[in-house]
């Protein structure tokens, strides 16, 4: 960080001299996510919208509760979580909503708030030095990271076009010289590091130089915004808090780099949901402005229309109850009722293509944006044309061209199981080491979970509201995952720079049957000399109540190793057909990548050939089924181990251990099945209708599995694992029968 420093000055002195063709129109204002016409068929409208109208009233309270509290721009000293972040934050959220109730409402004293305001930041800032808290690879002045002032800038934006009109020349002058411009050259020329790279970091620095670029008419600042610094003076290798790269050679940057390279060309964002739901609203509020000032850039047509694409793939990346899935670094919890996926479903609804299916979302979420997009939604809702948004299963790409591997979601009915199958690129810095993982879903709620990230957002007491150690120590570390881990060390030995340069392939995704659905994909480089061919296929027999998921690892290795095969499970433990030892005393399981934070709670052997775990959660009853040998060991562990500040949850797990094997194959089925209804007391169908589960066929070319019921039933899964073809014609020959299909692979009985 010392070598970025010291070439700022120059940096900063080199920006005057560039010579800039590009123009800004800015013309009249609003013009960034308001403009005049839109304003005036707003207020048309009033009292005529009743989802405009309910929202317009909520904005008006919340900003009218504020103003009477008075303005208060304190000293900023504190991480997230504390009282000057959070005030700082408030001040720029209730500034922009205030701008929108300016122009809509005509009431002054909404701009009035917002000069008064502005003008404290601007006496503020002329001497404001970096940020005290010095943890952030960029600090910010204002908040302890650029990140976050770059979300001031953003909003303040919005909040000086509403008013611009309101101010006389003399004070646009002095806005713009002391607060506006050394604002955005600070986050830009003063930080490359966090601006010029490829993150959802500096998607909001861009962002935010290039909003207040539409509404200065500053040429400069809007190239800087779509293109990056020119010449950074940074150096290859650079890397931030979390590990990820700054600068990679053949980097572009600016706008349009992080809405090219992040994006697959179906919208998924490489960081994962969490973060895309978080990059949306940049990428988005600054796309409207982009269509107001210079519509000739057709930012929302960029890359065959990947941000409103983007929109449709993050719904589609979320559970029965709309929470994103915790791909990577991932909060659970948030989901498409947070702010930042209002104004993204409002925004595509109106530059998109009026789909129906997204006022099913804003119906749901209660609110709109309060501009002519959010209008139009709301106008939509109350004539009725709204649709249910209907997830469905889905295969997303990763990666800028889509062949860096990627995320299969398999669901069955109405969300009543969904299956979220991992076998994408790293994700840069907020990425995991976890190829194909999976998380199993019904109706929304947790079945086997993926951790997420060990963080607790914006609250003070836990490490400053910012990430804890144990993200990288415990969150990112494989074992955390529902994956395999060989010989107790992570994927790519957890090591960023080797995990960044690889992906998992896609070997087949077929939804087309509803009762048999299957993704699988491969993974040759976590593991020198080990390659990992991983099937998971939903299935609907007549034969169960419910859909079950059949999960088939198979392993091929150049060395004998130790595997080890979590399934962590949410509820409570309610049976088991294998014996198994709890210890007096807990131990931690291992020492490092994970295994520390582990502890082991019991100890036994697998159950001979097929080996049975069941428990209750959510008022459902599941069991795992896994084919075993008496060799196999069988642990339940409970984080925990080495948290004495307890940052982790205490979440159980059943792992499966197989030693000193080198080829193997792992064949398990996730079954739900019965209920229990603690009014009633009335407990349902509460065992497995599995008998056996065992793999009757396995070589180089096939693997077929046998699931027999306790009716007597036999239903095999053959795939073949050399060849995925559709229209390729397969024989085997298992057990004395013979088995003739055409395709990837093939299920008796369905």
Same mark, same amino acid.
């Given at each position: ?320 109850? $709309?929470?994103?899935?915790?791909? &990577?670094? @991932? +909060? /659970? !919890?948030?989901?498409? =009722?947070?702010?930042?996926?209002? #104004? ?107 951790? $997420?990230?060990?963080?607790?957002? &914006?609250? @003070? +007491? /836990? !490490?400053?509201?910012? =990430?804890?150690?144990?993200?990288? #120590? ?115 399981? @291992? ?160």
């Amino acid at each position: 960080m010392a070598l970025i420093k010291t070439k700022i000055t120059a940096l900063l002195l080199m920006v005057t001299t560039l010579s800039i063709p590009l123009t800004v129109q800015a013309g009249e204002h609003p013009n960034l996510i308001m403009t005049k016409s839109g304003v005036e068929k707003i207020r048309k409208n009033l009292g005529k919208v009743p989802l405009f109208d309910a929202t317009l009233k909520s904005v008006q309270k919340q900003v009218d509760s504020e103003i009477a509290l008075g303005i208060d721009t304190p000293i900023p000293k504190d991480f997230s979580g504390g009282y000057t972040h959070q005030r700082h934050k408030q001040n720029f959220i209730i500034a922009q909503k205030a701008g929108a109730l300016y122009q809509i409402l005509q009431d002054d004293k909404y701009a009035t708030y917002i000069k008064d305001m502005l003008f404290q930041y601007e006496a503020m800032y002329q001497g404001l030095p970096a940020h005290p808290q010095e943890r952030s690879y960029a600090r910010g002045k204002l908040f302890w990271q650029c990140l976050n002032d770059s979300n001031w800038l953003v909003y303040m934006s919005q909040a000086y076009d509403a008013i611009y009109d309101t101010l006389s020349e003399a004070e646009h002058k002095k806005l713009q010289n002391n607060l506006f411009r050394p604002f955005a050259d600070y986050i830009s020329i003063g930080n490359p590091q966090f601006y010029n790279r490829i993150h959802n970091h500096s998607t909001w620095g861009n962002a935010a130089v290039g909003m207040i670029a539409l509404v200065m008419d500053d040429a400069e600042l809007l190239k800087r915004a779509l293109y990056g610094i020119e010449d950074d003076g940074l150096d290859f290798g650079l890397k931030d808090n979390d590990g990820g790269f700054i600068k990679v050679k053949g980097q572009k940057a600016g706008f349009l780099a992080n809405l090219e390279d992040p994006f697959s060309p179906e919208g998924y964002f490489t960081e994962g949901p969490y973060y895309q739901r978080y990059a949306m609203y940049p990428f988005l509020i600054f796309g409207i402005g982009m269509e107001n000032v210079k519509p000739d850039m057709k930012v929302f047509q960029h890359k065959d229309n990947v941000l409103l694409k983007g929109v449709d793939a993050l719904l589609n990346l979320s559970d029965a109850d $709309g929470e994103f899935f915790p791909l &990577n670094d @991932g +909060q /659970k !919890g948030m989901s498409y =009722y947070t702010p930042s996926l209002v #104004t993204a479903v409002d925004i595509a609804y109106h530059y998109g293509k009026q789909d129906p299916k997204l006022l099913g979302i804003v119906e749901k979420q209660g609110s709109v944006l309060l501009n002519e997009a959010g209008l139009e939604a709301a106008i939509g809702v109350r004539e009725g044309k709204g649709k249910p948004f209907v997830k469905k299963s889905v295969n997303y790409s990763d990666g800028h061209d889509g062949k860096q591997g990627g995320v299969g979601i398999l669901r069955y009915g109405n969300e009543d199981l969904t299956l979220v199958f991992k076998y994408a690129a790293h994700g840069l810095s907020h990425g995991h080491y976890d190829k194909l993982s999976y998380s199993l879903y019904a109706n929304g709620d947790e079945v086997l979970q993926d951790y $997420g990230l060990s963080r607790f957002v &914006n609250i @003070g +007491q /836990k !490490g400053g509201g910012n =990430y804890l150690k144990e993200n990288k #120590t415990w969150a990112k570390q494989t074992v955390a995952h529902n994956t395999l881990t060989i010989n107790e060390k992570s994927h790519f030995n957890g090591d960023y720079e080797t995990g960044s340069k690889y992906h998992s392939d896609l070997y087949v995704f077929d939804s087309s049957n509803p009762n048999v659905q299957v993704v699988s994909a491969t993974e040759a480089n976590a593991y020198p000399g080990t390659k990992m061919h991983r099937t998971m296929a939903m299935i609907k027999l007549e034969a169960f109540e419910k859909p079950f998921v059949l999960d088939i690892m198979k392993v091929n290795s150049d060395s004998k190793n130790q595997y080890d095969f979590p399934f962590y499970y949410m509820g409570q433990m309610i049976k088991a057909n294998f014996e198994y030892d709890s210890p007096k005393s807990l131990s931690p399981l @291992g020492a490092s990548d994970g295994y520390q934070h582990l502890y082991l709670e019991g100890k036994g052997q697998a159950a001979a050939s097929t080996t049975q775990f069941s428990w209750l959660g959510d008022g459902r009853f599941y069991t795992l089924t896994t084919a075993t040998d008496s060799n196999d060991e069988i642990l339940l562990t409970r984080l925990g181990a080495n948290d004495p500040n307890f940052n982790l949850r205490r979440d159980a797990a059943l792992m499966l251990r197989r030693k000193d094997t080198k080829d193997t194959t792992f064949a398990s089925v996730i079954e739900p099945h019965g209920s229990y209804d603690p009014v009633s007391e009335f407990s349902g169908n509460s065992n497995s209708s599995i008998s056996e589960l065992k793999v009757v066929h396995d070589d180089a070319k096939y693997t077929a599995v046998l699931i027999k019921d306790v009716k007597g039933n036999e239903s095999v899964f053959i795939l073949a694992n050399t060849n995925a073809s559709t229209s390729k014609k397969h024989k085997l020959k298992v057990n004395g029968k013979v088995y003739k299909w055409t395709g990837a692979y093939y299920l008796t009985g369905s």
